[in-house]
């Protein structure tokens, strides 16, 4: 079973761009997760997908960023214009329908890595 | 103040040795308690997860969660090359629902030869 993917894995850009990520979650997995992961820190939640409904953005910086989870399955994350401080990882995770594991497991892709000059 | 505390590290062992990591907490309401492994370039994948207090093993590995304390840690044993990785404790305050992962900064170890 493929994991949770992501593309493109690095991107630089310079500053004032705008840039995109993609997320394709594991199959059947109704929950997706944006992460932001600095260096040396760990990951800090953007936004929180039920199925098409964001149901938790409240850490997105809603001026720069904006997310879409379109059909409830890919979802994509832009920021508009990239500043120097968004330099970071941006992962992605997706975990199945809350109650079929006691963990809620979230499983990660391998994250882009943003450079922004 | 972080509601998650973690030493970055890095740590260095020989081959072999026990390797203790450790996170401390603030806020009493974290219910699930987990150990993510990060290796260089690539995303968290979880070890191991433990629900209040106890220990939870698992061939190599062993979490333990003392709640009264604000205290969690993971034991690895016999250490090799292969556990070379960022290690990250995370935290949840509830279940039953999708929900918030509170990470610490990760712990950087290195198995020497």
């Known amino acids: 079973e493929a994991g949770v993917v992501q593309s493109p894995r690095y991107k630089i850009i310079e500053k004032k761009q705008p840039v995109a990520f993609w997320c394709n979650p594991i199959?059947?997995?109704?929950?997706l997760y944006w992460y932001l992961q600095n260096l040396g820190q760990g990951p800090e939640l953007l936004i929180r997908?039920?199925?098409?409904?964001?149901?938790?953005d409240s850490q997105l910086p809603k001026d720069r960023f904006s997310a879409e989870r379109l059909k409830g399955v890919d979802s994509t994350l832009k920021i508009q214009p990239a500043e120097l401080g968004d330099s970071a990882v941006y992962l992605c995770?997706?975990?199945?329908?809350?109650?079929?594991?006691?963990?809620?497991?979230?499983?990660f892709g391998p994250g882009t890595r943003l450079t922004v000059l | 103040q972080k509601e998650v505390e973690q030493d970055p590290g890095p740590l260095s062992v020989p081959e072999g040795a026990i390797v203790s990591l450790n996170c401390t907490y603030s806020n009493s309401a974290f219910q699930y308690f987990m150990w993510y492994r990060q290796y260089s370039r690539k995303g968290p994948e979880l070890l191991m997860y433990t629900y209040s207090s106890g220990n939870k093993e698992d061939g190599r590995f062993t979490a333990q969660v003392d709640k009264s304390s604000k205290y969690i840690s993971l034991f690895i044993r016999d250490s090799q090359p292969s556990d070379s990785a960022t290690y990250l404790c995370a935290m949840i305050k509830n279940t039953g629902t999708a929900s918030k992962l509170t990470f610490g900064t990760g712990t950087r170890l290195q198995v020497t030869l």
């Open positions: 199959s059947g997995h109704n929950t």
């Open positions: 997908y039920e199925n098409e409904e964001a149901v938790d």
């Open positions: 995770a997706s975990s199945a329908k809350a109650g079929t594991s006691g963990s809620n497991e979230q499983f």
